[in-house]
């Protein structure tokens, strides 16, 4: 049930941009992405709720193609501010209506060098 | 209060001895998770709670992990007879019920079993 993540690291000069997948074997019914930075809890960046949607705010934006049941995030012109860990989390329906179980991926470590 | 609470924030505990974390969810979220983070892995779904209600325990490790929820708010994971591979940071988050909600984590408590 765990989403898979790749790559499951990257390194970055500052400025470059990145790209971080997330597959599924079972079927989406969304995909949250958060980021941890070391020693903090994760923080929410964004929700992806229908098949081909696509979000974003600043330079991170992330889509979601719920027929392959996948999605991606893609940091542009990365910044310091950018590293940390980042996770996916695939939402699976789960009994109760509105009751959600969400399983994250096993991350990605983003390093933003100067 | 304003965000999730956790506590204790750190518990070093004898190995065979029993533990108890609590958490605080946000006020008015009937969603509440319990995840685990082994150092530098990600983050292992452990159950999750609608209301005061577990649809799905089949994350906990062994029958020695236990959750309950009270009032539909306050949670508690027990470990019993801890072992030293139960030493991890354990997150609790919170969220509204509906599908595409998304979660609030608390700092985590950090057990060290000795």
């Known amino acids: 049930q765990q989403p898979v993540q790749s790559p499951q690291a990257v390194i970055l000069r500052e400025g470059e941009d990145a790209v971080i997948n997330c597959s599924s074997s079972k079927a989406l019914y969304s995909v949250h992405w958060y980021r941890q930075k070391h020693g903090e809890a994760p923080i929410f960046l964004m929700i992806l709720l229908k098949g081909g949607e696509q979000k974003g705010h600043d330079k991170i934006s992330a889509s979601f193609n719920e027929k392959k049941q996948q999605s991606s995030l893609y940091l542009t012109a990365s910044q310091l501010s950018y590293s940390g860990t980042y996770f996916c989390g695939t939402e699976i329906k789960h009994g109760i209506q509105g009751a959600q179980k969400l399983v994250f991926g096993q991350g990605t470590r983003l390093t933003i060098n100067p | 209060g304003a965000g999730v609470s956790q506590s204790p924030s750190n518990k070093v505990t004898e190995k065979g001895k029993d533990v108890e974390l609590r958490c605080d969810p946000i006020?008015?979220?009937?969603?509440l998770y319990w995840y685990r983070q082994s150092l530098g892995q990600g983050l292992e779904f452990l159950i999750y709670?609608?209301?005061?209600?577990?649809?799905?325990k089949s994350g906990l490790p062994s029958d020695r992990f236990s959750a309950e929820r009270t009032g539909g708010s306050v949670s508690t994971l027990t470990i019993q007879r801890t072992q030293q591979e139960d030493s991890a940071v354990y997150l609790c988050?919170?969220?509204?019920?509906?599908?595409?909600?998304?979660?609030?984590f608390g700092s985590g408590t950090q057990l060290s079993v000795l």
């Open positions: 709670f609608q209301g005061n209600s577990a649809p799905d």
């Open positions: 006020s008015g979220h009937t969603a």
């Open positions: 988050a919170s969220s509204l019920p509906d599908r595409g909600e998304k979660l609030f």
